[in-house]
Structure formats: structure tokens, C-alpha cells
């Protein structure tokens, strides 16, 4: 599908001019002094409160996220719907309520001995190998009143290093070399090239052994990697791994928006949508390719970045046409 509403592409060393002279446009405005510095990260980390795209939930006392396009999170909509029922007060309701039983880490946390080891599930700040000898050292008698005693004499164990997802810098939960979000997302699309590890890995790797990862197709496992989509985080957007000039367009996009005087609120799980999409099909520029059948739902959004975007690049001077020179006379 051709977007109508922009100008032809342009082939050839034109076309990389052009794109240039955008992606220096777009830098000097998104520069400017009236631009939050956070719109110019790799990351784009929205202050909790903001006008536009505020994310934590209005609970005084809540620091989870906003359900999708809602002020509170899932939670506290369930318990403030039974309330108004019986004729609560919303203002009386955000200012008392308790938190939220859980809540969604911005961050990955990391085992608090290791410092390179992502949090188990079963435990907020140690490694699933740390949590299991903390469990073993409480059948022996320690108590939590001695856990930070327990914890000063415990040795930090070896990096399973970064996650090998390409746009992810978490820390790796074991030799596969995922994160476990990462992790999660490779078992829900069925392990593409089967990366698995032996039986009894775990006993291996506390007698000092090597851990030899096998897989059925590792250069598929390797595409999964390069493919999957980044972990998305309330109150981010992750512009690792797009192009330049596309990464600029969608700041740009999201700034704009925010200085419109009226403005539909986005769920910033939509961007991420967009971002992805414009990740895994190599586009060159938001304006002029296509992405609109990768992001079903997110429409709207693109729409008004492209909108934006033409305000900036097709000045009235620059979409006037140039006057054609006329040829010399043949024999002057």
C-alpha cells in the first residue's frame, strides 16, 4: 500500500541527499531548547507525571503502570468501578487507596551478590542460583533477621552476559543467553532453532564445567535474536536498532504531538508497535515507506507523525516547482 498522502520516492544519490538534509533538519529542531533532552536518548524514558504521556498510575500511593489508555492501573479501575457503585468519591479514591499488590519492574532487577545476574521470579534482589542456596541456608536455621549477614559471605558466580536479542542489553538468566523476558517471548514462538540445555545443566555449572548450549538450527536461533522485538517498559520507547532517520522521525513525532493544543491520547504500547514494525521491515524513512500492515490498530498514530513530518519537510518554498531553464537557440 503507497501512502497518497506523501511525495514520490526518489531514487539513487538524490534520495540519500534527501534523507541526509532530513535527518539534519529533524536533529537541529529536536535540539532545540524547548525539547525535553530525553526525547534524544536511545531509550526515551517519560517522566512519571508528564502532561502527554504520563504512565504511572494516579493512586497517590501506586507506582504501577496505567492500563492502556486509563489514569490507573488494572487493579485500582476494578476497585474504583465497585466503589463508584455505592457513590465513592474518585478524588477521595486516589488519595487513600492502597497500592497495588504488584507491580511491573521498569527495570531489570539484578541479584543484589552477583550484580550481573538477572532476579529470579521467587525473589526480588538474588539469582536463581542465590535464592536456592538462601532457601537451603533457612532449612539450616538462618532467619531473615540474618539474611545480610548471610549475604556478606557469599561469593558473586559468573556473567551468562548480555542478552543476545539485538536491542536488548538486560542480563542473560542462563547459558542460552536470554533475559527472562526474552526467554519467555522465544517459548511463546515455539523456540525457533531449539536452543536447550542439557539435562542436569545447573549440576554441571556448580562443579565448574563448561555448559555447552545445543540447538536443532542455531542460525535460526541466531535470526530470532536479530528479529525479536525489544522488551516494552512502562514509560519507554526503545529506539535501539533503527535508522537514524527513522529513529529522528518518530522523536520528532512524539514531541509534536505533545505541543498540539489538543491531542488523542496514545498508549505508548502503540509506538512500541510502530517501532518494531519499522525495525523488522528495514525502512529508510516513516514518510515515505510502507509499515501500515504490520501495525494493525496503530494507525492513528502514524498518521499524525506523517502529518507532522510533512510540515517540517515540504515547506511552502520547497513544493513549489522549480521553473524549467530554457535551451539555447541552436547556432547562438
Known amino acids: 500500500m503507497t501512502d497518497t498522502t506523501t511525495s514520490p520516492r526518489v531514487a539513487g544519490h538524490t534520495d540519500r541527499r ?10 537541529a529542531l529536536l535540539n532545540g531548547p524547548t525539547v525535553e533532552a530525553f526525547y534524544r536518548e536511545d531509550v526515551i524514558r517519560y517522566p512519571d507525571d508528564h502532561r502527554v504521556f504520563a504512565w504511572r498510575c494516579s493512586v497517590a500511593s501506586c507506582d504501577s503502570p496505567r492500563t492502556g489508555r486509563k489514569d ?14 455505592n457513590g465513592g468519591s474518585r478524588f477521595e479514591f486516589a488519595r487513600t487507596a492502597s497500592p497495588s499488590v504488584s507491580t511491573l519492574a521498569l527495570e531489570q532487577r539484578v541479584c543484589r ?4 545476574r538477572p532476579a529470579s521470579p521467587h525473589s526480588k534482589d538474588l539469582c536463581e542460583r542465590h535464592n536456592n542456596r538462601w532457601m537451603a541456608a533457612q532449612r539450616e536455621g538462618w532467619t531473615k533477621a540474618g539474611f545480610d549477614r548471610w549475604a556478606a559471605g557469599e561469593a558473586a558466580f559468573p556473567s551468562y552476559g548480555q542478552c543476545q536479542v539485538t536491542v536488548c542489553t538486560a542480563f542473560a538468566a ?25 539435562r542436569g545443566w545447573d549440576r554441571l555449572e556448580r562443579t565448574g564445567k563448561h555448559v555447552d548450549v545445543l540447538y536443532a ?12 522485538a525489544a522488551i516494552h517498559r512502562p514509560g519507554q520507547t526503545d529506539l535501539r536498532g533503527l535508522p537514524p532517520l527513522v529513529a529522528a522521525e518518530i522523536r520528532y513525532g512524539l514531541f509534536a504531538h505533545t505541543q498540539r493544543e489538543t491531542h488523542t491520547i496514545w498508549d505508548l504500547r502503540w509506538v512500541h508497535f510502530i517501532v518494531h514494525a519499522a525495525r523488522q521491515s528495514g525502512i529508510r524513512s516513516l ?3 510502507d509499515i501500515e500492515a504490520s501495525i494493525h490498530g496503530c494507525e492513528m498514530v502514524l498518521r499524525e507523525i506523517r502529518r507532522e513530518l510533512q510540515l517540517v519537510y515540504f515547506t511552502p518554498a520547497s513544493s513549489r516547482p522549480r521553473p524549467r531553464r530554457r535551451r539555447p537557440c541552436q547556432g547562438q
Request: glycine share 4%.
Open 217 to 228: 538450527d542455531k542460525a535460526q536461533f541466531r535470526r530470532w535474536c536479530a528479529n525479536a
Open 287 to 289: 514518510l515515505t515507506d
Open 72 to 85: 490507573m492501573c488494572h487493579q485500582h479501575i476494578e476497585e474504583w468501578a465497585r466503589l463508584k457503585v
Open 174 to 198: 542462563n547459558p542460552v543467553g536470554l533475559c527472562p523476558a526474552h526467554h519467555d517471548s522465544y517459548n511463546r514462538a515455539r523456540q525457533p532453532g531449539a536452543a536447550i540445555l542439557p
Open 113 to 116: 551478590i552477583c550484580l550481573h
Open 18 to 27: 534527501g534523507m541526509r538534509d532530513r535527518l539534519e533538519l529533524l536533529t
